[in-house]
């Protein structure tokens, strides 16, 4: 069965700073990757995801993502993070039937 | 492009009532429609995936009697909670995609809360 690991269950980082957010998976077969965002409250919006080719892919909102199949890992990145960053990120794999998987989320804050 | 909307977005019920949310794929068709439920600081769970004109597949562990799901067509999915208890009290997600297609899109959700 597949899975997902999300190792850090907060991070704190200063605005302006970089961020890396840390997502391993465990799947069988090629994995579907995919990275949300939730502010409190709502649903979830993509930010980006993973199918195949080039496997550093460019996400909205300055985000990118990096999918290494040797380490099983899907990390998540932003250069220079902003306030309006702080939020609840999953990140997720789906099955070939179309399920996903969720990790258990980073909760991102921004410090001024 | 991809909308999917939830209604109502917040409903308060007496314990024993039901409660149904609507899920609404606003500007594309949606064969499969899925269900989650949140809880505070916790990942989403999978409920149940349903399929125009088709019954629903329910997750292990999941009460097919209590969350009954009907997708009647393409563009609209309902989650009716019958016999609501306090413990259902939760964030409720839906999400869709088109058929063949990997990406979900997913609704602002529904919060419930049963007195």
């Known amino acids: 069965a597949q899975s997902v690991t999300q190792p850090d269950i907060h991070i704190t980082v200063s605005e302006g700073a970089s961020l890396e957010l840390r997502c391993n998976y465990s799947y069988g077969a090629t994995p579907y990757l995919f990275w949300y965002v939730q502010s409190p409250g709502q649903g979830l919006q993509l930010l980006l995801k993973?199918?195949?080719?080039?496997?550093l892919v460019q996400g909205i909102k300055g985000f990118e993502a990096e999918f290494k199949r040797s380490q099983s890992s899907f990390n998540l990145r932003k250069p220079s993070v902003h306030w309006s960053d702080a939020a609840e990120y999953f990140c997720?794999?789906?099955?070939?039937?179309?399920?996903?998987?969720f990790g258990d989320g980073t909760t991102l804050t921004v410090k001024p | 492009g991809a909308v999917v909307s939830q209604h109502p977005s917040r409903v308060i019920c007496k314990s024993g009532t039901s409660v149904k949310i609507e899920c609404r794929s606003l500007d594309f068709q949606a064969t499969t429609m899925f269900w989650y439920r949140q809880f505070p600081k916790q990942s989403l769970m999978l409920m149940a995936t349903?399929?125009?004109?088709?019954?629903?597949?329910?997750e292990q562990g999941v009460e097919k009697d209590k969350f009954l799901i009907n997708h009647a067509s393409l563009t609209l999915s309902t989650l009716t909670v019958t016999s609501a208890h306090p413990e259902d009290s939760s964030f409720y997600i839906c999400s869709a995609r088109v058929w063949d297609k990997e990406t979900q899109y997913f609704g602002p959700g529904t919060r419930l809360l049963v007195l």
């Open positions: 993973y199918f195949s080719g080039d496997t």
């Open positions: 997720a794999v789906n099955t070939n039937a179309g399920k996903s998987t």
């Open positions: 349903s399929n125009e004109g088709s019954k629903a597949t329910y």
